[in-house]
């Protein structure tokens, strides 16, 4: 009925047609698909939450040891309480600094942690009471940890008016007033933060060291140097020591289950 | 012959000729046509609908997935014991009148209303009948009518008409009255008050659980964060009834049509949509919504700060502006606040507009303005300009005055007629008059011209002293490349052939001035070391190299400045950096001050400091011989580099004293034409990568301004001259967001933020703290991290933490203005004592003396009280004196064992002044205001983030406030509020009752 020429004539226009039909419109929708692969289609969640961890009792492993200290200690002068005779009259006499303690050379107030190798593990917060004392005008102890969201008891067992004023850079910071004899102050810091230094304004020789760690794993050194870590999960990790003038030391440990392992830091002058 | 064959007739078009083909093409054409019109209006022209349909969607299900979780917020405000308490409270208050609420309600509805409505009835057709005769009578000419007509209004009003009236006792039963209109106007009457009555009688029984309910749903608003399922049930059914259309802002004023809401149908929805929350980002609400609670849509639109074709709906490129045919596409992300500065264009600080406010403090410490003029931008020359006109306009007035003067007495004596002698001596006497008051006028202006003198600085260092302060070998190692010697370096990277450095060396050398240095013999590097690092030197100067570096980057990095400086000069400008050596070309009190403030240091310590920063130089570097910087030829060679690289821009040169800047004006840069920025070679190149606009433009002029030089044949000196700074990228963008935003506005004045209140005096003071580096030692905005803040000292020891100097959030609530400008003035607070910091002598840090006009020190202090919405001027409040029992009781808990504020707080003896960390009480009183120190007292967190000053020292007991702790036998009968008593007692202390406060101790 056409020839070639007449159905030419015939789809052009119909091809122009569908050629504007195709090309018309806004593709921002396919376009962004198409960019970001498909992610529109399904949204990504949030952060993916970090595992809640049961520790096996039965398998659990114990770390224990003790941090030396050989060689010169730094020396820090006593503390001079003349400002304040309410402390002087608490003390028979000098009362030496506690910033660095080493009792025939073993290392308190040193902190104890697992740095590395429980990433992505969430673990319940313990349930030991802290306590940092103001007494004698000094914080007793000198250095505490606690897992986040784990509170600290502050009292005040001196006769006289002291502030708590923690100084953080990762939690919040504040300051308050504690009068003699006054309630204790309960306060969990909520993030994680290494050396949180804790001030008395009013006393200002007074510090005190706060660790917040993220897990359970930790301890603080006593007067002998000692420390005990339990319920570990078997597993390698990084032991960390860290005191707070001398620095830090690490140590690779592997654990297997159940085992009691010795673990020992020396720090030298 | 047959016939027929010899008529040979031509076919006949109808009956052999088919048009079928053409038609049925041209149909399919049209039909065609009609359906592509009909499509492409419907879908193509409306892509919007689709967004549209997309957004009730996800939207839709993203209010359903919210739904529950805000359900169950609420459920558990629900059951919060508080909560639980106030609604027992609220039903039982309601219970305890629910019975009275009936009764009046029914004696309202069932008695009053039936009846008052039937009175009102009967009432109103009479008193319609009245009113038209009334009206009759206004209209009517004839005295006799108007009679008649009020004799039928009398005749009305004595009527008497059967009423039938529902029982007020609600019973329903209808009692007949004969009423006259009078008895029905009182019955009305009666009636209507006895509603109110009843009403206000309601609302009485009502009050308390009206109060108690209005308790319950603010604990609810208060404790609930977002929306209520109710308010999201609420935003589902609009959701639901609401039409596909364009969405559009329509500002008349500046003809501005915005539809960009046609597709970002999430940007003012009320609750907070993320980016993806919707799978498309164009559906997020917007990111700032407290900036479109200052800038409401309705009245500024969207493109008015975004830029882009908000008139446009076709696609996304089209309404985005981002094709060439657009002049002004919307700004990226990177750079949106440039949309800030157009109409916040009188401002160095815009609260929130971080990236412009670092574009702009760029351009001031950069020295941008030493060749580019930019409005706002070194104002203080320009206005000494102006000044000085303005001198010589009214010294000219002044003079014709004189000579007129002169001329009228002549007359006046001269003149026969007594009258005309007598108007010339009074046009003499008005004369006189009228130049003593432009005498007043110009010893104002000479003031002002002095104070701007004061304040009118060149960027970089004054040049004319050079032969005294550097080393000569090190300016041309220096001219040639600073970056080089100063990586970071303020002075930046010229294009310079070996042979300019060495004639600009010997121009300046040649013209700066000779002079004598007093001789220093060196001091303790040691403790120079650390009072430079202590006493507020590196809140403005940094040292240490590459990743050693600490301190603040506003003045120059001195790692290696005892290579190049005089030790003898160093001592000198330590000291007092106003101290210069004489200079023939420009008198003293026009001289203008250094930045660099005075720090009152002794000449023992700028020693000490001198030798430390002397030590600081790479092991000896030796610099190639210099003599050629006397070669008088060379100096002459000079003058012309020297000039054309404008120089003097940023120095002081002699000789060159009124040299201009050799830079174009970029005060409207962002709205010049795109074709008259010069992309020379590199414009296809532009358009082919997409940066053929003023941001690549300006990005890569900056990032390499020889760039645009690339490729060209250009003569040595016909090159661009503009130098290297060595910018980093965030710099790069954070300017090009300040030139992008520099336009000139077409919006009028409404649109455009130029307060001529309190506000203007903010604008105004952030000039002069950007000028000096304020926030160098201070955090004046939340979120302000001072130099002093980035010092490793400071950072890791919590007793050098107490060391920051101090926060200035509420400066102007705290001070009274008359001290602060005492203070800024001379911030030792003495004459004579001036080694020393005025308030806080503690701490290590000291607030310099700046080289403020008397302008600044107003400025300044009218910027710190109009922040804090502080009245200028200050009206000293009233203070009850303490009576002879306050003042025992404010001493005991003074010296309380809950309140240890001599602990802290410096005496004046300077034995325990070691220890303190806190200002001495002798001054609160003409230094505070009583309510700040009030507010002080009980939340000194709120006021000074991480102060030593501890929080709940006091405690709420009933309706004032008590110390925590133990309070003293005396105190405990006294029944005022505590911590108004230690403001009142703390503002009436004197150095006796202080003296006796220690005693006491």
């Given at each position: ?9 015939l789809l ?20 962004y ?5 498909g ?8 952060e ?10 039965a ?5 224990l ?6 060689g010169?200690?730094p020396r820090?002068?006593?503390i ?18 506690d ?7 073993m ?11 429980l ?21 007793k102890?000198?250095?505490v ?16 008016t ?10 919040r ?5 504690q009068?003699?004899?006054a309630p204790?102050?309960?306060?969990a ?7 949180i ?26 007067a ?8 570990l999960?078997?597993g390698?990790y ?11 030391q690490?140590m ?10 010795q ?7 | ?5 010899k ?30 019109a009909?499509?492409?209006e419907v ?22 997935e ?23 409270e ?11 609420i ?7 509805g069932q ?30 000419d ?12 009398a ?8 009423v ?12 007949e009255?004969?009423?006259?209109f009078?008895d ?14 009843l ?36 935003l589902?059914?609009?959701?639901r009834?609401s ?6 802002i ?8 915005d ?11 009320p ?40 008139r ?24 949106v606040?440039?949309g ?6 009188k401002?160095?600080v815009?609260?929130?507009g971080e ?11 950069k ?11 070194d104002?203080?020359s ?19 005055n004189?000579k ?11 003149s026969p007629?007594?009258e005309a002698s ?13 130049n ?25 260092p ?30 930046p ?13 010997a ?9 004598q ?7 303790d ?8 690092e ?16 600490t301190?603040g ?5 001195l ?28 008198p ?9 403030p ?5 000449v ?8 430390y920063?002397?030590?600081q ?12 910087m ?5 100096a ?7 000039r ?25 840069e ?41 490729g ?29 935003g ?23 003071g ?14 004046i ?5 001072s130099s ?7 950072t ?15 400066e ?17 607070l ?17 607030m310099p ?20 919405s ?10 009850e004196?303490?009576?002879q ?6 001493r005991q ?12 707080h ?7 002044d070691?220890?303190a960390?806190?200002?001495n009480f002798l001054i ?8 700040w120190t ?13 102060t ?14 008590v ?6 036998q ?14 009142r ?8 009752e202080l ?6 101790q």
């Amino acid at each position: 009925m056409f020839n070639r020429n007449q159905w030419i004539l015939l789809l052009a226009p119909v091809a122009v047609l569908a050629l504007v039909f195709a090309c018309g419109g806004d593709d921002y929708f396919d376009e962004y698909d198409s960019r970001a692969g498909g992610q529109a289609a399904a949204p990504a969640g949030g952060e993916p939450v970090a595992e809640m961890v049961t520790v096996d009792p039965a398998t659990a492993a114990t770390l224990l040891g003790a941090v030396t200290f050989s060689g010169d200690a730094p020396r820090f002068p006593p503390i001079n309480m003349s400002a304040e005779p309410d402390c002087v009259a608490l003390h028979g006499g000098r009362v030496p600094s506690d910033r660095v303690v080493v009792n025939d050379g073993m290392l308190q107030h040193a902190l104890v942690w697992v740095s590395k190798g429980l990433e992505g593990k969430r673990f319940p917060v313990r349930d030991d009471l802290v306590n940092l004392d103001q007494d004698g005008c000094i914080y007793k102890p000198h250095v505490v940890a606690v897992q986040m969201g784990q509170p600290i008891n502050i009292t005040n067992s001196d006769p006289t008016t002291h502030n708590v004023h923690p100084l953080p850079r990762e939690n919040r910071e504040w300051n308050k007033s504690q009068t003699s004899g006054a309630p204790a102050i309960e306060y969990a810091f909520p993030r994680a933060e290494m050396k949180i230094a804790v001030k008395c304004n009013i006393h200002p020789w007074m510090q005190a060291y706060i660790h917040v760690l993220e897990h359970p794993y930790f301890a603080v050194t006593d007067a002998e140097g000692k420390f005990e870590i339990s319920n570990l999960p078997p597993g390698s990790y990084t032991l960390q020591a860290v005191h707070e003038q001398l620095g830090e030391q690490e140590m690779e440990i592997t654990v297997g289950a159940s085992e009691r392992q010795q673990v020992d830091f020396a720090f030298t002058g | 012959m047959p016939r027929a064959k010899k008529v040979q007739t031509d076919p006949d078009p109808i009956t052999t000729k088919s048009y079928s083909v053409h038609l049925l093409v041209s149909m399919v054409l049209l039909t065609g046509s009609l359906v592509w019109a009909v499509y492409d209006e419907v879908e193509v022209m409306r892509p919007y609908k689709e967004y549209q349909a997309r957004f009730q969607a996800y939207y839709s299900r993203f209010l359903q997935e919210l739904r529950p979780q805000q359900a169950a917020k609420e459920q558990e405000i629900r059951n919060s014991a508080e909560y639980q308490e106030v609604s027992a409270e609220l039903e039982a208050a309601e219970q305890a009148v629910r019975d009275r609420i009936a009764e009046l309600d029914q004696r309202t509805g069932q008695g009053v209303i039936p009846r008052l409505t039937a009175a009102r009835n009967a009432f109103q057709v009479l008193r319609s009948e009245i009113d038209a005769l009334r009206y009759l009578i206004e209209v009517s000419d004839d005295e006799g009518e108007r009679s008649d007509l009020r004799e039928e209004i009398a005749e009305i009003r004595n009527r008497v008409v059967d009423v039938d009236l529902p029982l007020a006792d609600g019973s329903g039963e209808v009692e007949e009255v004969a009423m006259t209109f009078e008895d029905l106007e009182r019955e009305f009457l009666g009636l209507q008050e006895e509603r109110a009555a009843l009403q206000s009688e309601r609302v009485d029984a009502l009050t308390e659980a009206n109060r108690l309910r209005l308790e319950r749903d603010g604990l609810m608003s208060e404790r609930l964060v977002g929306l209520g399922a109710a308010q999201i049930d609420g935003l589902l059914a609009n959701l639901r009834d609401s039409p596909i259309g364009i969405q559009q802002i329509h500002l008349m004023d500046i003809d501005l049509v915005d539809r960009c809401e046609s597709c970002h149908l999430g940007i003012r929805q009320p609750v907070e949509i993320g980016r993806t929350d919707l799978l498309y980002p164009v559906f997020q609400s917007h990111p700032q919504p407290d900036l479109l609670a200052i800038h409401d849509p309705e009245a500024f639109g969207c493109s008015s700060c975004h830029n882009g074709n908000g008139r446009a709906t076709r696609s996304v490129t089209k309404g985005h502006g981002r094709h060439k045919f657009w002049l002004w596409p919307m700004f990226y992300p990177e750079n949106v606040e440039a949309g800030c500065q157009q109409c916040h264009s009188k401002e160095i600080v815009t609260p929130g507009g971080e990236t412009l406010n670092q574009g702009r403090e760029l351009y001031m410490n950069k020295g941008c303005w030493g060749c580019h003029r930019f409005e706002g931008f070194d104002a203080e020359s320009e206005q000494l300009t102006q000044v000085r006109q303005d001198m010589r306009n009214l010294s000219s007035a002044r003079d014709a005055n004189a000579k007129e003067m002169r001329v009228s007495l002549d007359l006046g004596d001269t003149s026969p007629d007594r009258e005309a002698s007598q108007r010339y001596y009074a046009r003499a006497e008005e004369l006189r008059l009228t130049n003593t008051r432009i005498d007043a006028e110009l010893h104002t202006l000479r003031t002002e011209e002095l104070n701007l003198a004061r304040e009118v600085k060149k960027f970089g260092p004054s040049l004319k002293e050079i032969k005294l302060k550097d080393r000569k070998e090190w300016i041309p190692e220096w001219i040639k490349d600073p970056h080089e010697f100063r990586p970071g370096s303020k002075m930046p990277v010229f294009r310079l052939l070996d042979e300019e450095v060495q004639q600009i060396s010997a121009y300046l050398w040649q013209n700066a001035l000779d002079g004598q240095l007093v001789q220093h013999p060196s001091g303790d590097a040691e403790r120079g070391r650390e009072l430079f690092e202590t006493r507020g030197c590196m809140g403005c100067h940094s040292i240490g190299e590459g990743a050693e570096e600490t301190g603040g980057t506003f003045a120059a990095n001195l790692s290696r400045v005892g290579e190049k400086m005089n030790f003898d000069y160093m001592v000198r400008w330590i000291h007092d950096p106003s101290e210069v050596t004489p200079d023939p070309a420009v008198p003293d009190e026009l001289r203008p001050r250094p930045i660099m403030p005075n720090m009152r240091l002794t000449v023992a310590e700028s020693r000490d400091i001198a030798t430390y920063l002397s030590g600081q130089a790479r092991d000896r570097i030796e610099y190639p011989d210099a003599s050629f910087m006397d070669d008088p030829a060379m100096a002459e060679a000079g003058l012309a580099a020297v000039r054309h690289y404008g120089c003097a821009g940023c120095h002081e040169i002699s000789g060159l004293e009124g040299e201009g800047r050799i830079g174009t004006d970029l005060t409207f840069e962002g709205s010049k034409p795109l074709d008259r920025l010069d992309f020379a070679l590199k414009t296809h190149e532009a358009e082919l990568e997409g940066w053929h606009s003023h941001k690549g433009f300006f990005e890569h002029k900056l990032e390499n301004p020889a760039f645009f030089d690339e490729g060209k044949e250009r003569e040595h000196l016909e090159r661009l001259r503009m130098p290297n700074f060595n910018l980093g990228a965030d710099e790069i963008n954070a300017l090009t967001t300040f030139l992008l935003g520099a336009v000139e506005t077409t919006f009028p004045e409404q649109y455009r933020f130029e307060p001529e209140d309190a506000r203007a005096d903010v604008q105004a003071g952030w000039w002069i703290i950007t000028r000096h580096n304020c926030t160098g030692c201070h955090q004046i905005r939340p979120g302000n991290v001072s130099s002093f803040m980035t010092i490793p000292r400071y950072t890791d020891d919590p007793d050098w933490a107490e060391q920051l100097p101090p926060q200035l959030y509420t400066e102007g609530a705290r001070v009274q203005p008359n001290w602060l400008t005492s203070f800024l003035r001379n911030p030792a607070l003495s004459d004579v004592d001036v080694n020393r910091n005025g308030v806080r002598d503690y701490l290590h840090a000291r607030m310099p003396t700046f080289y403020f006009s008397d302008r600044q020190l107003a400025k300044l202090t009218k910027f710190f009280m109009a922040r804090d919405s502080q009245p200028v001027p200050h009206m000293v409040e009233d203070m009850e004196p303490l009576t002879q029992a306050e003042r025992s009781v404010g001493r005991q808990l003074f010296t309380s064992d809950a309140a240890p504020c001599l602990d802290c707080h410096m005496t004046g003896v300077p034995s325990q002044d070691v220890n303190a960390t806190a200002p001495n009480f002798l001054i609160a009183a003409e230094r505070l205001k009583p309510n700040w120190t009030y507010r002080w007292l009980l939340e000194p967190a709120s006021i000074a983030p991480g102060t030593a000053m501890p929080s709940e020292l006091f405690q709420r007991d009933g309706d004032r406030w008590v110390f925590a702790g133990e309070i003293p036998q005396q105190a405990r009968q006294y029944g005022g509020d505590h911590a108004d008593l230690l403001t009142r007692y703390m503002f009436q202390m004197d150095s006796a009752e202080l003296r006796r406060l220690q005693a006491l101790q």
